[in-house]
């Protein structure tokens, strides 16, 4: 049995967090692009460092109005850009914890994506891809597109899609992921490839895909849902995920969220983490709905 046919995948309202270093500035290029293939309404969100109190003369505390008043007019300045490029655009400037203010925003304005930079710095035991980008990661509820230190310069004018590669793990929400990235290759005009994370254990591999195939079936008619027939990677994921998007000049790849936040057993970092430092493209990461 199969579902009803599902809406176009459509990003009206597209949420750019900033903090106006290079690697934003290219994440704000993508999500431009992206808005002018979607029609879409920016909103640019800056969090800066949480209110700051300096001691004054008279006794007490005070915030400091100066860094205050610079990052208001920095975020103004940068929606007043964007509007004179002919966006609809408005920007917010807040101060505290960044996934706390960007998800109230969020959900504020029911945005469908939120699009973020990363700079991807190395942690003692693991790939910290930017502590600010893993918490909004973590803390969406909607699809998060990362745009990487290595991901190549943002299109001019509209984002045209020629190829899109996804990576699902052989599960029943990997079925899922795996629908989403085909209906957003189909809609764009694109090719597509899907590709799954290797299992260490013949038997859960076995049942893995079992889930995997009946969900497909759920979610499509059988003749679409066995279309979908993943690669298995060879080697280690990250090395060759980046080595396929690479060899296929991906303009993007389509992630599942869960692997980008605990990693499996056998892996010292999370995925999305070892995959960002290299990829060539920007990845989007789809979130898991329990």
């Known amino acids: 049995m199969t579902t009803a046919t599902a809406p176009a995948?459509?990003?009206?309202?597209?949420?750019?967090?900033?903090?106006?270093?290079?690697?934003?500035?290219?994440?704000?290029?993508?999500?431009?692009?992206?808005?002018?293939?979607?029609?879409?309404?920016?909103?640019?969100?800056?969090?800066?460092?949480?209110?700051?109190?300096?001691?004054?003369?008279?006794?007490g505390w005070a915030d400091d109005p100066a860094r205050i008043t610079k990052e208001v007019e920095t975020t103004q300045s940068a929606g007043?850009?964007?509007?004179?490029?002919?966006?609809?655009?408005?920007?917010?400037?807040?101060?505290?914890?960044?996934?706390?203010?960007?998800?109230?925003?969020?959900?504020?304005?029911?945005?469908?994506?939120?699009?973020?930079?990363?700079?991807?710095?190395?942690?003692?035991?693991?790939?910290?891809?930017?502590?600010?980008?893993?918490?909004?990661?973590?803390?969406?509820?909607?699809?998060?597109?990362?745009?990487?230190?290595?991901?190549?310069?943002?299109?001019?004018?509209?984002?045209?899609?020629?190829?899109?590669?996804?990576?699902?793990?052989?599960?029943?929400?990997?079925?899922?992921?795996?629908?989403?990235?085909?209906?957003?290759?189909?809609?764009?005009?694109s090719k597509t490839q899907t590709v799954c994370l290797p299992f260490y254990d013949e038997c859960q591999e076995a049942e893995g895909y079992l889930n995997f195939k009946r969900r497909l079936r759920e979610l499509l008619p059988a003749e679409e849902a066995d279309k979908i027939s993943p690669v298995v990677l060879p080697g280690p994921p990250g090395e060759c995920l980046t080595e396929v998007a690479i060899a296929r000049d991906a303009d993007l790849v389509i992630f599942d969220q869960r692997s980008s936040l605990l990693g499996w057993?056998?892996?010292?970092?999370?995925?999305?983490?070892?995959?960002l430092t290299t990829a060539p493209c920007p990845v989007l990461a789809i979130p898991y709905k329990k």
């Open 265 to 275: 057993p056998h892996l010292k970092s999370g995925l999305l983490a070892d995959i």
């Open 80 to 189: 007043a850009s964007l509007r004179s490029e002919g966006f609809k655009a408005q920007e917010f400037c807040a101060f505290g914890g960044v996934a706390d203010e960007i998800g109230h925003v969020a959900g504020e304005r029911d945005v469908e994506l939120i699009v973020t930079g990363t700079h991807c710095r190395k942690g003692l035991n693991r790939l910290i891809f930017g502590s600010d980008a893993e918490s909004v990661l973590r803390s969406a509820h909607v699809p998060v597109l990362i745009v990487g230190p290595r991901a190549k310069p943002a299109p001019i004018g509209k984002w045209l899609f020629h190829f899109v590669l996804c990576a699902v793990q052989l599960d029943q929400h990997g079925a899922e992921v795996a629908v989403y990235s085909r209906r957003f290759a189909n809609e764009q005009s």
């Open 9 to 59: 995948i459509n990003f009206s309202e597209i949420l750019i967090a900033t903090d106006f270093s290079d690697v934003s500035d290219n994440a704000l290029a993508y999500a431009k692009s992206l808005a002018r293939t979607f029609e879409s309404e920016l909103l640019l969100v800056h969090v800066a460092d949480p209110l700051a109190h300096v001691a004054i003369p008279q006794g």
